[in-house]
């Protein structure tokens, strides 16, 4: 009988693909911690059960298994579906491709390595790939296209006060009265929309003006701090509630761009929830939780925390879904566009990433965030 020591494949664990090695029957002899975390069961469990019961259909993999253990075929690969258990957190199912080869033999028996990758992961990579390309080109247009807008607007606000104050002269007749008036109330309309322009501008560049401030942060105060305020705006119809993994450690940040980023995406998730709020049954879940083997673009880490922030809203409209995240972008009518942008920005600038998950009923906003 096959026994293998766990230690000599421990470098498994470091891998973001699920990894097992078995028999040529099947005989689970180890799984790395992915593939633990995958199915929601321990290692200790899975060791001496069959990797097929694992599988919806195994029949293709038990004959690719078998033609790799007789070296028919150097290595093979196949499309499956995973079982996933429920402590995983997962749907109950995952496609995964699946990759066998022959590792080596001990007492005259070959082992056999399949490792599974996840198709949607490797989907999903590719398209933060293409977004994060997307995002950045979009940022260095708004950034420029602020800065050609900021520097006419000071022009154009000081001309108008000039003019109003003209206007505010004595007037010489009545009817010089009467017109200095109406264009007093244009020159005031032109001042007041300058502002709003002004104020605008300030928003889009301001995360390019202030410093990085780094310092210890615990993720729950940012979170407590977020829901305080949000609290404060809905008293009533709005249940906040908290889903905390407390054994998360502290980690290096600017502690105000995060609890920023978080209360962009809180707000945003309170006011796609006016109605349910109106109702009396709008929620609002803080979910931290540690997560292994990240790939956060094109780099790998160890550790990274996970913060959701869900609600129970109608979902992302169809029609913004995959640009909500852009400049200028809004569901809401009277938004602006800028809180997601500005939380992706702060997010990023921690080399962490938000996306966004939605469907009716349930919409999920997720950073990522590596821990050291």
Do not use: W
């Not at 520097?151 to 109003?164: D, F, V």
């Not at 054994?247 to 006016?274: C, K, V, W, Y």
Request: overall charge neutral; charged content about 25%; glycine content about 8%.
């Amino acid at each position: 009988m096959h026994r293998v020591n766990a230690e000599r494949y421990e470098a498994f664990d470091l891998l973001a693909t699920l990894v097992a090695l078995v028999r040529p029957d099947g005989i689970v002899l180890f799984v790395n911690a992915g593939f633990e975390a995958q199915v929601g069961l321990s290692r200790r469990l899975l060791l001496r059960s069959s990797l097929f019961e694992r599988f919806a259909e195994p029949a293709a993999l038990q004959e690719t298994l078998l033609a790799v253990a007789r070296n028919e075929v150097a290595s093979g690969r196949l499309q499956a579906t995973l079982r996933c258990g429920a402590a995983a957190g997962a749907s109950g199912e995952l496609p995964v491709q699946v990759i066998v080869s022959q590792l080596d033999a001990r007492d005259g028996a070959p082992l056999v390595l399949v490792e599974m990758i996840e198709i949607e992961q490797q989907a999903r990579q590719d398209r933060e790939e293409r977004a994060l390309d997307q995002i950045e080109a979009n940022r260095e247009l708004i950034r420029n296209l602020a800065h050609e807008i900021k520097n006419p607007l000071g022009g154009i606000r000081g001309a108008a006060q000039l003019l109003a104050m003209e206007f505010a002269a004595p007037p010489r007749t009545y009817a010089r009265a009467s017109g200095a008036a109406e264009l007093t109330a244009c020159t005031d309309v032109i001042v007041h929309e300058v502002d709003r322009l002004q104020v605008l501008v300030d928003r889009l560049l301001a995360p390019h003006r202030k410093p990085h401030v780094v310092g210890d942060v615990n993720i729950h105060e940012v979170c407590e701090r977020v829901r305080s305020v949000l609290l404060a705006e809905y008293p009533r119809g709005l249940e906040l509630r908290r889903d905390y993994d407390v054994s998360l450690p502290e980690f290096r940040g600017d502690r105000e761009q995060l609890i920023q980023a978080l209360l962009n995406i809180a707000q945003n998730a309170a006011h796609a929830l006016a109605g349910r709020i109106a109702a009396g049954d709008a929620a609002i879940v803080l979910r931290t939780r540690v997560a292994r083997q990240v790939t956060i673009g094109k780099q790998r880490f160890r550790l990274a925390l996970e913060l959701h922030v869900e609600d129970n809203g109608p979902g992302v409209p169809a029609a913004i879904r995959e640009r909500i995240f852009y400049p200028l972008v809004s569901g809401r009518e009277g938004g602006s566009g800028l809180g997601l942008t500005l939380a992706q920005t702060f997010v990023q600038q921690h080399h962490g990433s938000v996306d966004c998950d939605s469907v009716p009923g349930r919409t999920v906003f997720r950073i990522v965030i590596p821990l050291p």
